[in-house]
């Protein structure tokens, strides 16, 4: 007999340590989501306005003195050795382009207080993380499964992959703190719905989803989405970003909140290349996604494809991204119009997520609702 077919009984001790560490993962991002505000209200502007700068005719721009600058060059002349230190300045002769924009200096304008805030709110988030995974974590093994078999066991899933995706880019050194307000925001609102509206007692499958396709085929979709969730944030806040430096560029003046908020962000060329990378590179996992559906699909059902809600919205989903990769490559879209192809994307990601499952029936509606 297949090991797979043989229903587990369900540990319910398990399922309520899980509860608890969910609860518990959720009082440490609403910490964490405070350590963000603090960061990004409570931090100094002191290095806060630079895009207006570099967008003022004859503007000079200070390079900051990291461990990335580069190092002065050795000059050997006449048997002796000098040194040439290499200039810290940048000088533009002409009125600054949007291409020549500078990055914001992180969320909290670089200062020490803000810096201070930031790293408390990474902490904690790390502290979230782990409870989170371990709620997760417990729940597979109160089951005996993979731990995303209802809409209440994706959704916690997801929101783990979400952070552990985020965490990931820190870990790889990639300056992204940027995303932490609205990533702790969006998790905290999607485990708020898990744990209400989309809660399901810890149970076995039903007979079509015992097979190993469930950990590739949804496993594959949960992080794809993790990942396109990052590039939608980076396309959400270019447009915020772009309005700004295009009110700077037609001799506007933004607010004192727009100015000490949009600062700190990456410049929106940097938010655009962020999306666009992020999505191009999921993109082919994404396509897999679906291939593996198809082939599980036709080993229990019968048939690799058969017009189901849950399918034509994946396969509107693919074809979303599809077309903003291809604006991307061959029509030179890069701003706003890109941006919003980006946005309707995720969003068909997301009703693919949510409202297939809430407002069609099918053979993928394992919902548990």
């Not at 499958?205 to 590039?231: E, M, R």
């Not at 100015?259 to 992020?278: G, H, I």
């Not at 989903?317 to 995720?346: D, I, N, P």
Request: proline share 4%; glycine share 10%.
């Amino acid at each position: 007999m297949d090991p797979m077919n043989i229903a587990a009984a369900t540990d319910e001790s398990l399922a309520e340590i899980s509860n608890y560490l969910v609860y518990s993962a959720m009082a440490v991002y609403v910490l964490a989501f405070c350590a963000h505000i603090a960061e990004w209200v409570l931090g100094g502007r002191s290095k806060v306005a630079r895009t207006a700068a570099a967008l003022t005719p004859g503007a000079k721009q200070e390079r900051p003195s990291d461990a990335s600058a580069a190092p002065p060059v050795a000059v050997r002349q006449g048997g002796s050795t000098g040194v040439l230190e290499r200039p810290h300045v940048v000088t533009r002769s002409s009125a600054g382009r949007r291409g020549d924009l500078p990055d914001g200096p992180g969320a909290a304008g670089g200062d020490e207080k803000g810096d201070l805030y930031g790293r408390m709110a990474i902490s904690l988030t790390v502290l979230a993380f782990a409870l989170h995974a371990g709620g997760v974590l417990t729940r597979a093994l109160s089951v005996g499964r993979a731990p995303w078999a209802n809409m209440y066991e994706f959704s916690t899933t997801f929101s783990m992959v979400i952070v552990g995706a985020y965490l990931g880019f820190l870990l790889a050194k990639k300056d992204i703190r940027w995303i932490g307000l609205p990533l702790v925001t969006t998790v905290l609102l999607d485990l708020g719905l898990a744990t209400t509206w989309l809660y399901t007692e810890s149970d076995q499958l039903v007979p079509a989803l015992h097979s190993y396709w469930l950990w590739i085929h949804v496993s594959l979709a949960i992080v794809c989405g993790a990942l396109f969730y990052l590039g939608f944030v980076a396309s959400a806040l270019y447009l915020f970003r772009d309005r700004y430096e295009t009110k700077l560029l037609g001799g506007g003046e933004p607010g004192a909140f727009a100015t000490s908020v949009l600062e700190r962000l990456p410049s929106s060329s940097s938010l655009d290349k962020f999306a666009y990378r992020v999505n191009a590179a999921v993109f082919p996992f994404w396509t897999f996604t679906i291939v593996a559906g198809a082939i599980w699909a036709g080993d229990a059902w019968g048939r690799y494809w058969g017009w189901d809600p849950k399918e034509v919205w994946s396969f509107i989903t693919w074809v979303a991204y599809a077309c903003y990769l291809h604006a991307r490559a061959t029509a030179g879209w890069k701003g706003r119009k890109a941006a919003y192809l980006a946005l309707f994307a995720f969003a068909c990601f997301l009703f693919n997520y949510y409202g297939v499952n809430v407002f069609f029936s099918g053979k993928h509606s394992y919902a548990g609702l």
